[in-house]
């Protein structure tokens, strides 16, 4: 079983940037594939970024690549999202998710997730 929580997220300016983090409990956080989802109002839950149990390795969407980076520290038990130059179409529920295994990019094959954390982006 994993718990993850999210943290990070709140209003910045078109432009700007926010660091998103997943904390996780339990013993197993270096097992797990990590991801980041979001999902605006009306629209179905689509991926952002994932990355290896061992970080290695990372996918991102296309609408973020460039932007966004993916990183985890196993000692600590967390997951970040480092979003740059947020744009008017990033505002969103943010959730980070685990998989047991490898990397992965839909939300099915995510085992376990977080409640979520909001960003906004004002113009």
Do not use: H
Not at 44 to 61: D, H, K, Q
Not at 69 to 89: C, F, G, H, P, V
Request: glycine share 14%; net charge positive.
């Amino acid at each position: 079983q994993v718990q993850l929580v999210e943290s990070g997220g709140g209003l910045v300016q078109a432009g700007g940037s926010l660091r998103l983090s997943c904390a996780a409990s339990g013993r197993t956080f270096s097992s797990y594939a990590m991801g980041w989802f979001r999902q605006a109002p009306g629209k179905e839950r689509e991926f952002v970024a994932a990355i290896s149990w061992g970080g290695g390795g990372t996918l991102y969407a296309d609408s973020v690549k460039g932007r966004f980076t993916i990183s985890r520290d196993n000692a600590k038990n967390t997951a970040y999202l480092q979003m740059n130059s947020l744009k008017a179409e990033d505002p969103a529920v943010y959730y980070c998710a685990a998989a047991l295994g490898r990397i992965q990019t839909r939300p099915y094959e995510y085992a376990y997730w977080g409640q979520g954390t909001q960003v906004t982006v004002s113009p």
